[in-house]
């Protein structure tokens, strides 16, 4: 499956849930709650680019592995540290979100 047709299927989802959430916004006390909510919903869109970024740091970690199974334990932590750095974008997507929610 190409990277396109992952892009398209998540797209779908997303605004499938979306269309369905759309009548809880339009529930709510004020403009400016239903506004706060749906700008969190677009801050944890982040939450799929790392996603994407740890499949990638994964898959060549794995193919690396494959060509040179000596250095495995060098290629792994380096793939953990690498995954690490991929996950602070998602962390730093869900605090945006959860102040958002709470705080705004």
Known sequence: MLFTDYMANFLVGYFSVLSSIMPLLAETSSTGEGLKLLGAGVAIIGV?????????????????????????????????????????????????????????
């Open 48 to 104: 799929a680019g790392a996603g994407i970024g740890q499949g990638a740091v994964g898959q060549g970690a794995c193919m690396a592995i494959g060509r040179n199974p000596e250095m495995a334990p060098k290629i792994t932590s380096t793939m953990i540290i690498a995954a690490g750095i991929a996950e602070s974008g998602a962390i730093y997507a869900l605090v945006v979100a959860i102040l958002l929610i709470f705080v705004a």
